[in-house]
């Protein structure tokens, strides 16, 4: 995600929500404020102690956004006609979100991986490759985290675009 934490900044979201509808819940904006058409959520109830490949596509072009669990698409394709995304130049946040400097809201559970696309992923591609370890220099990726390496830092491939936050507990 990308948020600023105070609402007048935004970029995007991409979060699981236990708030009435649950699910996965996207907050688009290509002008810094909240957005209701931007405000997307599918129904979806994860299993606790269950690893999942989570994720959304957006394409401005085609006005669609997409939420995808394990490779298969949940629920209908949603109308999005916000355009191009704000770039607010925020580090991206990861399981979390940021209140000015301070993240907040931490996700309860485990990250194994986070990937950056600049190109639309397909059903196939998602499903075919959920589970391959990546190089780095796949055409299109814009910023690759893979945790399960024991040195766990961000991979250089677009350095002005993978700057995030980071909090550990040892």
Do not use: M
């Not at 599918?42 to 006005?63: K, N």
């Amino acid at each position: 995600s990308k948020p600023d934490g105070v609402g007048s900044n935004e970029s995007y979201r991409f979060f699981w929500t236990p708030e009435t509808p649950i699910g996965l819940r996207t907050i688009l904006s290509n002008t810094g404020a909240y957005q209701p058409g931007g405000d997307k959520t599918v129904a979806w109830q994860p299993v606790g102690g269950t690893w999942y490949h989570i994720a959304f596509t957006y394409s401005d072009a085609l006005d669609e956004l997409k939420f995808y669990v394990d490779g298969t698409q949940q629920g209908a394709t949603q109308s999005v006609t916000i355009g191009t995304l704000f770039d607010n130049a925020k580090p991206i946040c990861l399981a979390c979100t940021s209140a000015s400097s301070t993240p907040v809201d931490f996700f309860d559970g485990t990250i194994t991986e986070v990937r950056v696309w600049n190109t639309i992923r397909t059903a196939t591609e998602l499903n075919d490759n959920k589970s391959v370890e990546l190089l780095g220099t796949e055409s299109g990726l814009q910023a690759y985290w893979p945790f399960e390496a024991l040195d766990v830092t961000a991979v250089a491939i677009a350095p002005e675009r993978n700057r995030a936050l980071w909090w550990f507990d040892e």
